[in-house]
């Protein structure tokens, strides 16, 4: 009998509970981080889940996910991002200051890998009238070579009803790269590991160039995510990035300041 595992078990049991629970309080809510071009126009956000628990305050994905994950909550969790990213979507579509807006989200292997996972993503499109090209879906290497030929079609399936995607934490997985001509992907995620060592770590920069100049020959968007000084922007800027996601612009914040924000910047 171990002490400390038993403790453990209970801590994890203890917040499968909660998860639950938050699921049916409706206490999960999306932020959104901005996305920036080159003329450092906002072309739209990442939305980034935060479970907002009455005692405990804003919970950072990171202490639920992997649970979620672990569970199959996520799937559930995940439908909800999706569908509050669509009402979103709705909402900036009505107006000519918005309508321009794309919202990323993130998918999880579970939720992807599901059967239906295609079909409820086009019956959440319509349900909503989106505009498809609007929503971006990123995921991560891992996830796509998991099994690489149900991600292949899933993502053509998708691509027909008009999505987009993005490789997420790009450069970070220990696989061959021949797999991204395969894909059909929009845009390159430049992973902030990379980012925060520019002026730092040389090979760091040699790294940041080349999947600059690998997503331009494939003819791919490429976005820089983690930036947070004057000096990566700059150098990201200089090797032709496409687009800019970090503190240096914002923090991932509620729908009400991300709005504020773009209503500031129009004037
Ligand atoms: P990610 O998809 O790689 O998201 C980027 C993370 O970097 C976010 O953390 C964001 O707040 C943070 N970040 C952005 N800019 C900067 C910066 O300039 N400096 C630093 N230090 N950090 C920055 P967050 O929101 O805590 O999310 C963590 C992870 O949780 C995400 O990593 C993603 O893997 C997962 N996640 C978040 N929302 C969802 C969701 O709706 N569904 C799923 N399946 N996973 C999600
Ligand atoms: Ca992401
Ligand atoms: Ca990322
Ligand atoms: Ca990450």
Not at 19 to 42: C, G, I, W
Not at 118 to 134: G, L, N, Y
Request: charged share 20%; net charge negative.
């Amino acid at each position: 009998y171990d002490m400390a595992m038993q403790v453990e078990l209970d801590a994890r049991n203890a917040l499968e509970h909660d998860l639950h629970y938050a699921l049916a309080q409706d206490q999960f809510e999306l932020y959104y981080q901005m996305q920036v071009n080159n003329a450092t126009q906002v072309i739209g956000a990442e939305a980034l889940i935060r479970w907002v628990h009455p005692s405990h305050g804003v919970v950072s994905p990171l202490a639920f996910i992997p649970l979620a994950e672990a569970t199959g909550l996520i799937l559930p969790i995940g439908q909800w991002v999706l569908e509050s990213a669509c009402v979103q979507l709705h909402l900036w579509a009505k107006s000519a200051r918005t309508r321009h807006l794309q919202l990323a989200i993130n998918v999880s292997a579970r939720q992807f890998y599901q059967a239906n996972f295609v079909e409820q993503v086009s019956k959440t499109i319509a349900k909503f009238m989106i505009a498809p090209e609007r929503l971006k879906f990123e995921l991560t290497e891992s996830l796509v070579l998991d099994d690489i030929e149900d991600t292949v079609s899933k993502m053509h399936a998708l691509k027909k009803i008009g999505v987009r995607f993005a490789m997420d934490d790009f450069g970070t997985g220990q696989s061959s790269l021949a797999y991204l001509t395969q894909l059909p992907l929009d845009q390159l995620k430049i992973d902030q590991s990379f980012v925060r060592n520019l002026g730092v770590k040389p090979t760091d920069a040699i790294i940041v160039q080349t999947i600059i100049g690998m997503a331009n020959n494939l003819g791919m968007e490429v976005i820089a995510e983690g930036v947070e000084t004057e000096f990566q922007h700059l150098f990201l800027k200089q090797h032709e990035c496409d687009l800019y996601q970090g503190y240096l612009f914002s923090k991932p914040v509620t729908i009400d300041t991300f709005e504020a924000c773009i209503q500031s910047a129009i004037g």
